[in-house]
């Protein structure tokens, strides 16, 4: 089964917002194994939706839109669906008496015509209702194509996938199994993985297809399986992770099941009961970032102090303007000392702290531009590396915010192993 997916909205082609709700709808159909064959943008224009319509008319099972279905009169994505299925508009009493609830009963205020006309849908299609918004979706079939409207407005497009989209889907249709393994990896870039394992990614099965996903500092290795059988796709893939962690030990800090490592850590801190809090300088609060962006995180990480300048580390921190002075702010003993202030300030049991040249120009400090000091205080020692992570600036951000969480991941491992 094939799916494309279609993001209406001017806003998005301007860059002023980003579409995030592709990848939740992608992952959804995965995991029910709908293979995503596109991702499609395009604007808020009759014509252009309709010719999009026509280009997928029969080439794929299904098509998700998202957004174009609020009150105002930018918003066409109904009519034009109304235009392609040759229907029309009609009240849908079920939609209308939720839209009132909704606006009358819970936000206090009068129903008005806008409210009202969310209730109108075409008449012959099957309504998906929207619990926690006001326009519903909309499932239409023409030919051998399914057309779904959902709204823009992620969470209800979520709700809407999670409650009535994917739970359809599995009832009406025969899908065959996708199986996913990533394997993360650590310390060496992507061409020279790609050495190490080519007699072994040569040797897969047919049925098995391996993607490189590189990010700064590190590369994850995702297996991919599809097939009718799911225990011979997991068996085969079981298998062939086992032999690649044979040849590249070294480098594979863990797996995931659509986990970042952010996730993974957070995981290890819950399970020991641990804490960590961050003081960033060239990192600019990006590791706690990460950190926090993880639900749950409230429970190990305890905060983040940002002392983006000289200053504040020494008024916010108490490092030692004599400490700065002596060995340059960006410096092995001043990450160790930023690392151990906020471990003590914030009582947790790890603590990570930057401080470094990012770029494109040199600080408070004479150190080579790239350069980055990374210092993790565990409960009972301090450890310490220096890096050059080269230009860009962005660059420069990115690998060390991975690599210190590469650091805190291979000392809570030490603990667990």
């Not at 001017?10 to 939740?24: A, K, M």
């Not at 009963?105 to 129903?111: A, L, V």
């Not at 060496?188 to 590189?214: C, M, T």
């Amino acid at each position: 089964m094939k799916a494309t997916i279609i993001t209406i909205g001017d806003e998005i082609l301007i860059g002023q917002i980003i579409d995030t709700n592709s990848g939740f709808i992608a992952k959804s159909l995965d995991r029910i194994g709908v293979e995503v064959v596109e991702m499609i943008s395009i604007s808020d224009d009759k014509k252009h939706i309709l010719d999009t319509f026509t280009q997928l008319q029969n080439k794929v099972d299904i098509v998700i839109v998202t957004g174009g279905l609020g009150p105002t009169k930018d918003d066409v994505t109904k009519k034009t669906f109304c235009e392609y299925f040759d229907d029309e508009l009609v009240v849908d009493s079920k939609v209308l008496a939720h839209v009132t609830q909704l606006i009358e009963g819970f936000y206090k205020r009068p129903i008005s015509q806008l409210n009202k006309d969310q209730a109108l849908v075409p008449s012959t299609c099957t309504v998906l209702h929207n619990q926690v918004g006001t326009a519903p979706g909309m499932w239409m079939k023409k030919e051998n194509t399914v057309f779904v409207s959902l709204p823009g407005v992620p969470y209800e497009m979520k709700c809407l996938v999670e409650e009535e989209i994917i739970p359809k889907i599995v009832r009406e249709y025969e899908r065959p199994y996708i199986i996913h393994k990533t394997i993360l990896t650590y310390g060496q870039g992507e061409s020279l993985v790609a050495e190490r394992i080519e007699d072994w990614e040569n040797n897969l099965p047919d049925f098995i297809k391996l993607a490189y996903l590189p990010n700064p500092g590190r590369v994850r290795l995702r297996l991919t399986a599809r097939g009718s059988d799911k225990e011979k796709l997991e068996k085969a893939i079981e298998e062939n992770v086992q032999s690649l962690d044979a040849i590249i030990h070294d480098i594979i800090v863990g797996y995931e099941e659509n986990e970042t490592i952010e996730t993974v850590i957070g995981k290890l801190l819950s399970k020991q009961n641990k804490t960590i809090s961050t003081a960033e300088s060239c990192t600019g609060g990006r590791i706690a970032s990460l950190l926090s962006s993880v639900q749950g995180s409230s429970k190990y990480f305890k905060g983040s102090v940002v002392s983006y300048a000289t200053e504040a580390k020494v008024n916010v921190l108490g490092i030692s303007q004599d400490l700065i002075d002596q060995y340059s702010v960006v410096s092995a003993q001043v990450a160790s000392a930023m690392a151990l202030s906020v471990k003590e300030m914030l009582k947790t049991d790890y603590a990570i702290a930057t401080t470094g040249n990012a770029g494109p120009s040199k600080g408070d400090s004479d150190a080579e531009i790239g350069t980055v000091f990374i210092a993790l205080a565990t409960p009972d020692d301090i450890i310490v590396e220096e890096f050059n992570f080269g230009q860009p600036r962005e660059k420069v951000i990115d690998r060390a915010s991975i690599k210190s969480l590469e650091i805190l991941q291979k000392e809570i491992l030490k603990i667990v192993q």
